[in-house]
């Protein structure tokens, strides 16, 4: 049984935790307010990264025998800094991931990603050989690739999923502490799906984008009458990335290639036309009837992707509705009038 | 003999205190209106109407509050941060942190052994944790601020109020209320919510003990229990801790004359 | 409503757009800061405001391609193609004093683009969507040390229809990384040169290098000269220089106005000429300061005699450039910067900006929505704490003057001072 690497962002490949023999273990904060993160992290920083270090200080957290901080975003630069001395516990590993999606870019990216498996490796037992990171790298694509699967009959209509479920399944997923648990969430949901589902037929079919989604959402947004059909966000469909060819020889530049290449998120600003592009197929592909944003408050990512969100939505003319959100789950009572007032316009 | 005062002028109420010899001989809280100088100068004559003292025998004014720049007979301005450190100072000179909770800025001042101010650090912008806040979350409660510390003692819990943004906090204390929780279950919320504010100002400063607290929100018993369980220990509170700012500030007069 | 104020709402806006484009009103604007040229304390400050003008008129009379930049791009790259730099933000800070501010805000905020972002990029965003901004040939921007930089930038190019170019900055300073930038920069200049078709001129790009080393020659000699006591300038005055940093470097201009202030530093030095009648404390200022009037200076300095001895942003954080192997030296240059990488750098080199200019107490000030600067400030507190170095964090906003409050403002400057007096 392995020791638990933490992770936050989703460009951090997990296959290289994985073949080391370690678990990785995503960090999604906690409910409620963040008072002890807030003595070391400023008022206007984003609620995601206070939460998790609130869990962090809280010792809310199993034990974790290090962290990969990937300095993606402002935010999880300040907290890379902050995270080993105010906060986590084993060892903080950083790493740097580009905003570009070119060739340079990749070969940058993986030289970081060995560096990286050199420094996990450290804490472990063993060295990473080549043929273990590419038995990782094939057995987390096929999990993958079964959600992918999974999520794609949804919208095709031949399976009634909840978002709500899929949602919870995919934080299951990503939390999961043991490889058994991992396998044990994977074969609950497929019994799920031979259950009958509540049927959301009917409803209008929705896509959810925007910084990392809070839990309840979904679930919310269904039980007012919507239907989350796909989830755009680091915790939802993006983090299932994409199928890329598989590469000969160097498995840091496959790693590169899949997570860099995969649907991106509003930090790759160099890369925003493949962003719109990606937003055009989930509409025509999984017949979207409206969009709702979820604009972390303090993201500066989110504020200026919702305003190309924006003009995406007024070109295809879709409606679309903008939700600020705290990360808290206080924040109910005022998304419950905006989403059902929405809804109410189709 | 020597007759000093100190006038606090803040943003909802002006304090005048007049001490003789180290002694406080009168003392008056006043609603703050819109003339500062004017209320000033009313807060000041009917301190020394208390203590029996008249204008003449005055040797030092020193102004403090949001108003301070205002008092043009005051002979000396002095923030309240470092009239707080010093009333306290005279009160309990043991005391290693001031919390001051007022109407526009809460703040923990860090004092050293001889009472002097050590560092301080004050509410952010966006933050709630404030006299104010507590106002704003009273009416939207429709109930007297003055009733908020009893009424949330009585309360088995709080509710949880998840946002500091008064904004956000105002519309979740609105669906607390239309969900049908205890008006006392939110109100210790709230407490609770601006004691874990004002805690984590105090942990960026790194307080120790012993701490006291001054300020009208002091006289909130709900946020001083939440306060105390926040930080783990016990908090002093003065008697009057309203006038702190204006006896700190006589107390500065004071000793400017020695 | 007043006919008048009719007549002006309506035409103020258009008058304003059109006097930017007219070669008038830049011939005008110089003449009355020419007639003026006495009254100005330092004369490498009306340099600056000449030079400055020339530049905004380049840009609005579109007098070679324009290239917008954010304020952390190596301009040198700008000025060695013979472009036109115009860097937003900076034109955000000069906005507020035109009058247009207010008006760019609504635009901004009526566009979704929120309170919580930094207002410097709202303010841009809002004056280049109401008109007010020489519209970009092609658009660089660099992803340190803000978020909200690159976002702005390249909504800005597609709102324009222009090429926008990203120059990714890591963390590290490795190999690895000056390779990776080093190439990314070689890439941009090319990219630029293609795209606005102006010819490749080696000797040129190589002059703008040797032009940014000079700059970097004089500003550390200015430096050197604010080390002193006293200090023969007040932060107020030593401010506005800053925004070369920003916008000059790689220009002939810069170099000559830091020589200019150089001369006039070391001559006040010599005839003992102190920047304030008394200096009662040294401070050190971080990050920038509000653009429209405050009182925040002169109570500091006039008032009190806390005199900012230096600027964070003043710090020369990088080794002099090698012409001959430009991308890797800018891309060295780049990856110096002390705001970069773990917060542990950034503290390290402001500890040893309180040593050399000796310094009695730090302020930093909040700009609201500036994350980058402000987030991990916590570890920067600690840090000074145990070096028992008073430390004031201001909080404020730049150029969204609604969000100043004075008396907060002067409490805490006032207790800050207090504090400094009683160590």
Sequence with gaps: MGALIGWFCHYTPVEIITALGFIPYRLLGREGNTPRADTYLVGNLCPYVKSCLETAIRQELPPLAGTVIARSCNAMIHLASTWPRYGGQGATLVLDVPRRLDEEAVLYYSQNLRRLAGELAWLGERQLED??????????????????G??????????????????????????????????????????????????????????????????ELPALIE???????????????????????????????????????????PRMVADQTRRQQYWAGVVDDYQIDGVIYHVMK???????????MKDFCDRRGLPLLRLDGDYTGGARGQWQTRVEAFLEMF | MTVTAGLDLGSLTTKAVVIRDGVIAGSVVMKSGVQSEDIAWRALKAALDQAGIGEEQVDGIVATGYGRVRVPFAHHKVTEITCHARGIYHLWPEVATVIDIGGQDSKVILLDRGGKVRDFVMNEKCAAGTGRFLEVMARSLEVNVEEMGELSLAAPRGASISSMCTVFAESEVVSLVAEGRPVAEIIRGLHEAVAQRVAAMASRVGWEEPVAMTGGVAKNRGVVKSLEDNLGTAIRVPPDPQIIGALGAALLAADSKK | MDIYQLIRFHLAGPLRRRAFKSPWAYRLLKQLVAAQKKRYSWQAAYELLLNTIDQVAAAYLQQGPVVWHNVFFPTEILYGLGLVP???????????????????????????????????HRLAYGCDRAGYLPPPGAVVCSSHLCDAAPQSL?????????????????????????????????SITFSLADALGVPWDQERFQEALLASNTAREHLLAVNRLRRQRPACIRGDEAHGFIYLMLAGFGSEAAAAVYRQLAAELEQRWREQRRAVPEERARLLWLHLRPYYPTEIFNLLEQEAGAVVVFEEMHHVYWEPLDPARPFYSLAGKVLSHHGLGCMSRRIEAILAMVDAYQVDGVIHFAHWGCRQSTAGLRLLQDALRDREIPFLNLEGDCVDKSKYAPGATRTRLEGFLEMLRAV
């Design chain 1, 131 to 148: 043929s273990l990171l590419w038995q990782a790298i094939d057995a987390w694509e096929e999990q993958r690739s079964y959600w992918r």
């Design chain 1, 150 to 215: 999974l999520l794609a009959a949804r919208a095709r209509g031949e399976i009634c999923l909840s978002g709500s479920d899929v949602m919870a399944w995919l934080d299951g997923w990503q939390t999961c502490a043991t490889a058994a648990g991992r396998d044990k969430g994977q074969a609950g949901s497929a019994a799920i799906e031979q259950q009958s589902r509540p049927d959301f037929r009917g409803r209008p079919r929705l896509m959810l984008a925007g910084s990392i989604l809070p839990a």
């Design chain 1, 223 to 265: 039980e007012w009458g919507g239907w989350s059909v796909f989830e755009d966000a680091c915790n939802g469909r993006r983090f299932l990335l994409a199928e890329v060819a598989r590469e000969t020889g160097d498995p840091y530049l496959h790693l590169a290639r899949l997570y860099l290449g995969g649907p991106p998120c």
């Design chain 1, 298 to 308: 303090f993201c500066d990512a989110a504020i200026y992707d919702f305003r190309a």
């Design chain 3, 86 to 120: 115009f860097a937003p933000e900076a034109a955000a800070a000069v906005a507020v004093g035109l009058g247009v501010a207010e008006e760019a805000f609504r635009v901004a905020e009526g566009d979704w683009v929120s309170g919580e972002s930094c207002s410097f």
């Design chain 3, 154 to 186: 390249a909504a800005a190019a597609g709102y324009h229809h222009v090429p926008f170019y990203l120059l990714d900055v890591p963390h590290r300073q490795d190999a690895a990384a000056i390779n990776y930038v080093a190439r990314q920069l070689k």
